[in-house]
């Protein structure tokens, strides 16, 4: 099965295509350069503040519990 799916990245490489993780990094390299180092801080710091809540969600849920 990976001789199969090694083969089938070559083939798309010779076609022109490109892999899922080119396409990923491609991408990922388009929104760092348009949006900048802010919008990564930005979008860290709302990631960080909705698992505390998540969390404080749970430990208020297993009190009611008990």
Do not use: N, P, W
């Amino acid at each position: 099965m990976a001789k199969k799916a090694a083969a089938s990245i070559t083939a798309k490489k010779k076609a022109g295509g490109m892999t899922v993780a080119e396409a990923g990094r491609k991408g990922g390299i388009a929104v760092r350069d348009a949006r900048g180092h802010e919008f990564y801080e930005e979008i860290g710091r709302k990631g960080g503040q909705r698992v505390r809540d998540l969390i404080a969600a749970g430990k208020r849920a297993l009190a009611k519990g008990k």
